[in-house]
């Protein structure tokens, strides 16, 4: 890669630079010390195989007195010089929206501009900034941007779960400064005080776009602690008491639903109040399983699931505080003040981060807890701002997410094979650092609404899935196969019944069991390389068809899916498979008929597999592999 890890910041109101200050190589990158005791470390790792690059800055005051003041820090401060002479090349901006508004998940217009892709041009000397919205890091806007100059490009991910900022600005015609760090930073370093800030993820490739977000997919793929088989298939199972738990799994073993695991959410805490999950959100800060509803403390559920053959996966919110609740009560200390409704806590407390450790422990340990659901739903940024002390802006911010990282750390390092599903009103907190340690299971909270439009949640999948690997899809339309597959993903929820919804019919039963059985086959390709082969957008005439492919190159097989809206007038449709080895066969069987025909790869390369979908509302699967 072309690009020299740099950052830059000010340093007693000036810029910081290098006559004053000793510069040494060592094991992780350079360390830059200044007379003062002002320690900054540059912590670089190269990705040779993928031409990419990542690095953090880490500072520490090593003197017994206060720092001076560190402010404006730009994490990167970097150069791409994108052609030897690119002065008369376009440069394109790839950036792509985050979680909207909540009132948008009302609309399926407003919902299905999530993660969507927007083209930028980027000519000379103009500067383009994005940021976003209240302090979690894909809320609004997603921290990963693509750069593109002719057949070159370069991706960049920044890695702050808070409120980071980046922008992007073409100098001397063929060079594009990169400036990406937290929004709000300066402050001064107590006597022995170490902190960090953001991180910055660079690949450069040759090539097409697919190529290159395949290249980060599998980088992404590499940094994280998860294997794709252990991420989670779940039934999900909320706002219920202990004997509706039972008899929803008793009916789940019956008609051979099988799963991986049961997934309980909100509403299993509490003292009492409200039946089921009505009153969730007032019961957090009240952290006990809730007598009246599961007089067992979850345990026979927990014993029926294992019995059925499922792990358990809790869902637990524990970083907001509902007034009144016990812990607002026996703590107020250890909460930031009012911020509408509720009281954010003061995870940047060293010892709030231990309490929350060890509560979380107690439940994990109490109720064999395989996949810990940690949601997320307000937004800090205000909270953290205003109780700022004098020059220690961007302080509370920095200790807060510093202590999440280490409280999944932990978490991690206690139990290895644990997974961490990070929601945050669905995928608030996605960006490359939780990416190393968590999973967004339940990205986006569009599927809270049980009668979402199908094609919203395909038209997500284009924006989404060219950077992250490692995510989930969840369905509540049972007995439905187009909407099923439509939310398939490297992890899957299969919510078609909970609360009160009616008990299942028995043909409901048996489709729940044909596509969990048929998810299950197809799971180990939804992590894999993703083509994108046809991209009509969402509109309300339902018009189009959409269609992708995910491929396993070291296998040399794959599955496209392909899916005919209710509006479309076109029985068939023909897709390029690239990137397959021209000269040898390929057998493609179409997994609901198990028609199998075959192919030279040559031939799907340059002509195209043909599909036909006879009906509207229907989808096709095919799984092709070389022989």
Same mark, same amino acid.
């Not at 590499?222 to 088989?229: L, V």
């Not at 979908?613 to 699967?621: A, C, F, N, P």
């Given at each position: 890669?072309?690009?020299?890890?740099? =950052?830059?910041?000010?340093? *007693?109101? *000036?810029?910081?630079?290098?006559?004053?200050v000793t510069v040494t190589n060592t094991g992780y990158g350079r360390e830059y010390r200044l007379p003062d005791g002002l320690c900054i470390e540059l912590h670089i790792e190269e990705y040779k195989e993928y031409n990419a690059a990542e690095w953090s800055l880490w500072f520490e005051n090593k003197s017994e007195n206060e720092s001076g003041l560190i402010s404006d820090i730009c994490d990167c401060d970097a150069l791409w010089c994108f052609a030897p002479d690119g002065k008369k090349t376009a440069v394109t901006l790839y950036e792509t929206t985050g979680n909207t508004s909540y009132e948008s998940y009302l609309y399926e217009d407003q919902t299905a501009t999530e993660f969507s892709v927007h083209e930028r041009s980027l000519p000379l000397n103009l500067r383009r900034e994005y940021r976003p919205w209240g302090g979690r890091s894909c809320s609004g806007q997603m921290p990963f941007f693509e750069l593109r100059a002719k057949d070159r490009g370069l991706i960049a991910a920044v890695g702050w779960s808070g409120q980071w900022r980046a922008s992007f600005v073409r100098e001397d015609g063929d060079v594009i400064r990169i400036k990406t760090g937290l929004e709000y930073t300066s402050f001064k370093l107590r006597p022995g005080e170490r902190v960090r800030t953001s991180s910055i993820l660079l690949l450069e490739y040759e090539g097409s776009r697919v190529d290159g977000s395949n290249a980060f997919r599998r980088l992404i793929k *590499?940094?994280?602690?998860?294997?794709? &088989?252990e991420l989670?298939?779940?039934?999900?199972?909320?706002?219920?008491n202990t004997e509706k738990h039972l008899f929803h799994i008793e009916n789940f073993k019956k008609h051979g639903v099988k799963a991986g695991y049961y997934w309980i959410d909100a509403g299993w805490y509490g003292k009492g109040g409200e039946p089921g999950a009505s009153d969730w959100y007032k019961q957090v800060g009240n952290w006990q399983v809730r007598p009246d509803e599961h007089p067992d403390?979850?345990?026979?559920?927990?014993?029926?699931?294992?019995?059925?053959?499922? *792990? =358990?996966l809790l869902w637990m919110e524990p970083e907001r505080v509902y007034p009144g609740t016990d812990l607002a009560i026996a703590h107020p200390e250890w909460l930031y003040p009012l911020d509408g409704f509720y009281l954010l806590l003061r995870l940047d407390f060293d010892e709030v981060r231990e309490y929350l450790f060890d509560m979380i422990c107690g439940f994990i340990d109490r109720l064999d807890i395989k996949c810990f659901r940690m949601d997320f739903n307000m937004e800090p940024l205000q909270s953290w701002r205003i109780t700022d002390e004098m020059y220690r802006g961007g302080m509370n911010e920095i200790k807060y997410v510093m202590n999440l990282y280490k409280l999944w750390d932990d978490l991690r390092a206690k139990y290895p094979r644990l997974i961490i599903d990070n929601c945050a009103s669905g995928g608030r907190r996605i960006d490359i650092e939780s990416?190393?340690?968590?999973?967004?299971?339940?990205?986006?909270?569009?599927?809270? &609404?049980?009668?979402?439009?199908?094609?919203?949640?395909?038209?997500? @999948?284009?924006?989404f899935n060219r950077f992250v690997p490692y995510s989930g899809g969840v369905c509540k339309k049972p007995g439905d196969t187009y909407a099923t597959r439509s939310a398939y993903a490297p992890?899957?929820?299969g919510s078609w019944w909970w609360t009160d919804r009616p008990t299942p019919t028995e043909e409901q039963f048996d489709h729940m069991a044909k596509m969990c059985g048929e998810y299950r086959t197809l799971q180990p390709?939804?992590?894999?390389?993703?083509?994108?082969? &046809?991209?009509?957008?969402?509109?309300?005439?339902?018009?189009?068809?959409?269609a992708y492919r995910y491929d396993r190159p070291d296998l040399c097989d794959g599955i496209v899916m392909a899916f005919r809206r209710s509006g479309s007038n076109c029985e068939t449709s023909r897709y390029k498979l690239v990137n397959l080895e021209p000269e040898k066969t390929y057998s493609v069987t179409d997994i609901d008929t198990k028609e199998e025909k075959r192919y030279k790869g040559k031939d799907l390369i340059n002509d195209g597999l043909t599909v036909t @979908?006879?009906?509207?509302?229907?989808?096709? @699967? =095919? @799984?092709y592999k070389a022989i």
């Open positions: 890669m072309n690009i020299t890890p740099q =950052f830059s910041l000010n340093y *007693k109101g *000036k810029p910081f630079g290098l006559p004053s *590499k940094r994280s602690p998860y294997k794709p &088989e989670p298939f779940a039934l999900e199972g909320m706002g219920m403390g979850l345990l026979d559920v927990v014993a029926a699931a294992r019995d059925a053959g499922m *792990k =358990f990416l190393k340690r968590t999973v967004p299971v339940w990205k986006t909270d569009a599927y809270c &609404e049980p009668t979402r439009d199908p094609d919203v949640v395909q038209t997500q @999948i284009f924006g992890a899957y929820v390709y939804f992590s894999c390389d993703f083509y994108p082969l &046809e991209n009509p957008g969402w509109s309300p005439d339902h018009g189009g068809w959409a @979908i006879s009906e509207r509302y229907q989808s096709k @699967i =095919f @799984i």
